[in-house]
């Protein structure tokens, strides 16, 4: 429909604009394509314009719909068209309208503009109020009536766009919604708003919905009280969905901490005991709880990857008594994705134990891959290869090398050392 209305201006903008008595007769002319024609000119009269948006072609009143200089008279008529691509049509060009819209305006245009979003926010079909609330989810002005009925839209095509952007939603909307037991997905989605206030994280944390408070936890911006955050902390051990959210929720104070560290699995341990915004008796305290609770219950491997963990280190003793192990070869594990043999070879070319190699892995820690690369005699550029490949760390915290350097010194790699052994 877009590539249509492009030819069909560019050829508006090139042919001469027929007369009133000219555009009269093309209206009704038995070709459809001269009916279109007309349909798409930005210069045509209103009337004339009107009279088309009820042209018995349905391809006809699409181009209408789209039509910036269609009259608002007749984009109401057409809001109630029994064609769908009509009213999809209809709803773009609409909502790109919407900002500065009010129902208390005076000025007839804009009032049946107005009206217009309001019949297209109720069609029954899913795509055309979809259109609608895409197009409105981020207008800060857009009429609130409307804003609010596509927020309480059954479709999460329609209701998730608004519950998670518009600006136009406020406490009481959102609280209101919460009460009225939406749909798993509409709660998870105003659990991703930015900014969420105390009262809407309170109503969310309150809930039975699982994954939308992990969502919530995982929300940086929503402000959680200390006495929510207790609550689900309490609920959090049978839930694990939520102890990684819960590990990494900025600005944890020192009693949640110590609490989570009590139940949150070994991976997220490290992560906990690494965190540089802890008050350092709160950090002592965590850290003691680790390492007691890595005393009572060493990490275990699942069978499946025990088995291939014992395979790939039978593979590297072989190398490593035939003189084989060098850096090549770990490269090529590293790039080919084997996991397994890669830690196996870290461990017998660094003498570091297997599980620590594990936990700097589980925990995506650039400095720990880096200071393990060093133990292991590799090269700088090979250790940014581990750090990606192996140990998954993103793009933005990957530590660089420095030419031949790597980007630490020995003093701090043998310190990082020292503090992951600590740690498993």
Do not use: C
Request: proline share 5%; net charge negative; hydrophobic share 45%.
């Amino acid at each position: 429909m877009k590539g249509l209305l492009q030819r069909l201006f560019k050829k508006d903008a090139k042919e001469k604009t027929p007369s009133y008595e000219e555009a009269k007769e093309m209206a009704t002319d038995q070709d459809i394509g001269v009916r279109s024609n007309l349909a798409g000119r930005a210069s045509v009269k209103p009337e004339i314009l009107y009279f088309l948006a009820e042209d018995p072609a349905p391809e006809v009143r699409r181009v209408i719909a789209t039509n910036m200089a269609t009259p608002v008279q007749a984009d109401l008529l057409l809001a109630a068209d029994a064609d769908d691509d009509v009213r999809s049509g209809l709803a773009e060009k609409i909502a790109s309208l919407a900002p500065g819209l009010s129902a208390d305006e005076q000025d007839r245009v804009r009032q049946l503009t107005y009206e217009t979003l309001e019949m297209l926010a109720r069609d029954q079909v899913t795509r055309v109020r979809q259109i609608l609330a895409e197009a409105l989810k981020d207008v800060a002005d857009a009429p609130p009536a409307v804003i609010r009925r596509l927020a309480r839209d059954a479709e999460l095509v329609v209701s998730g766009p608004v519950l998670q952007f518009s600006p136009v939603l406020n406490d009481e909307d959102l609280l209101e919604i919460i009460l009225n037991n939406p749909a798993s997905d509409s709660l998870s989605a105003i659990s991703m708003r930015g900014n969420l206030g105390d009262p809407v994280t309170d109503a969310i944390a309150a809930t039975d919905n699982e994954n939308a408070i992990a969502l919530l936890l995982g929300n940086h911006s929503a402000q959680i009280r200390e006495e929510t955050l207790d609550a689900l902390i309490a609920r959090a051990p049978d839930v694990e969905p939520w102890h990684e959210p819960l590990v990494q929720r900025p600005a944890l104070y020192g009693k949640a901490a110590g609490k989570l560290a009590r139940f949150v699995a070994h991976n997220l341990l490290d992560q906990l005991s690494q965190r540089d915004d802890l008050p350092p008796d709160v950090l002592d305290e965590v850290r003691l709880v680790v390492e007691r609770r890595l005393q009572e219950e060493p990490p275990q491997l699942p069978e499946e990857e025990q088995s291939a963990a014992e395979e790939a280190t039978i593979r590297v003793q072989e190398l490593l008594s035939a003189g084989e192990l060098d850096e090549a070869v770990v490269a090529q594990a590293a790039r080919a994705g084997d996991r397994e043999f890669s830690i196996a070879a870290l461990a017998a070319l660094s003498g570091i134990k297997v599980e620590v190699i594990r936990s700097v892995i589980a925990t995506k820690s650039a400095k720990g891959m880096i200071a393990i690369s060093w133990k292991a005699g590799l090269s700088p550029q090979l250790s940014e290869t581990l750090q990606q490949r192996l140990a998954l760390v993103s793009q933005k915290n990957i530590l660089r090398t420095e030419g031949q350097n790597y980007p630490m010194d020995d003093a701090a790699m043998e310190w990082q050392l020292d503090f992951i052994k600590d740690l498993a």
